[in-house]
């Protein structure tokens, strides 16, 4: 069964500040993973897809990178603003059924 | 990408009663997903809804509790039964944006039971 864990829980960095936000799965057989930012409240916005055979995807200030063999991907938000505030979520696409299983999310709040 | 418009957005409700969430697809998808979202919590998959067959539930929902419609390729519909406070959650549903383009998903619905 696929497990999905995402570290930290909760980050508080001040504005400006470049950040790393790490996703981490135990089954690497997987399809594709993708990141999603949530704001309080409400649904989620897609930010980068990266499919398993990608090694990284970048998109404006956000950059994701994906080691499958180590089950690891991380999400690099370069100088953070505080409208990067949200919890930001991974999942994973282990396919067969195209099932996601999500990680338990970070926290972000970025400071003035 | 395909676009899901969600309501109700959020609503406020009695226990034992029922909610129904509507979800509106922008164009012809498969696949349909239900998801909730317990407070502080991430998300978990209720069940799968293809058109023209029943519904796939998970391992800890069942059709009676959740009922849910899937009438054509671009809508479908989630009632939460016979509610109970356990029951306040955020539920969002998603679709597939085709092969190799990840999933996208309405706006969510936040329930509280009373």
């Known amino acids: 069964k696929q497990e999905v864990t995402q570290i930290p829980a909760a980050l508080s960095v001040p504005e400006g500040e470049n950040l790393v936000l790490n996703c981490s799965f135990t089954?690497?057989?997987?399809?594709?993973l993708q990141w999603f930012r949530q704001d309080p409240g409400k649904g989620l916005t897609s930010l980068l897809l990266?499919?398993?055979?990608?090694r990284e995807q970048t998109s404006g200030r956000l950059n994701a990178s994906l080691d499958k063999s180590s089950g690891r991907s991380t999400l690099y938000i370069a100088a953070s603003q505080p409208g990067d505030s949200a919890t930001y979520l991974c999942?994973?696409?282990?396919?067969?059924?195209?099932?996601?299983?999500f990680g338990t999310g970070t926290q972000l709040k970025v400071e003035l | 990408s395909a676009v899901i418009s969600q309501k109700p957005s959020r609503d406020i409700c009695q226990r034992g009663t029922s909610l129904t969430i509507q979800c509106q697809v922008d164009?012809?998808?498969?696949?349909m997903f239900w998801y909730r979202q317990q407070p502080g919590q991430s998300l978990t998959l209720i069940a799968t809804?293809?058109?023209?067959?029943?519904?796939?539930?998970e391992s800890g929902f069942v059709i009676d509790k959740f009922p849910i419609s899937r009438p054509n390729l671009t809508f479908s519909t989630l009632t939460v039964s016979n509610m109970s406070p356990e029951d306040s959650s955020i539920y969002l549903c998603?679709?597939?944006?085709?092969?190799?383009?990840?999933?996208?998903f309405g706006s969510g619905t936040r329930l509280t039971v009373v």
């Open positions: 999942a994973v696409n282990t396919g067969g059924g195209n099932k996601l299983t």
């Open positions: 990266i499919q398993s055979s990608q």
């Open positions: 998603s679709a597939p944006q085709g092969e190799n383009y990840g999933y996208t």
């Open positions: 809804a293809n058109q023209g067959s029943e519904a796939t539930y």
């Open positions: 164009s012809q998808v498969t696949m």
């Open positions: 089954d690497s057989a997987i399809y594709n």
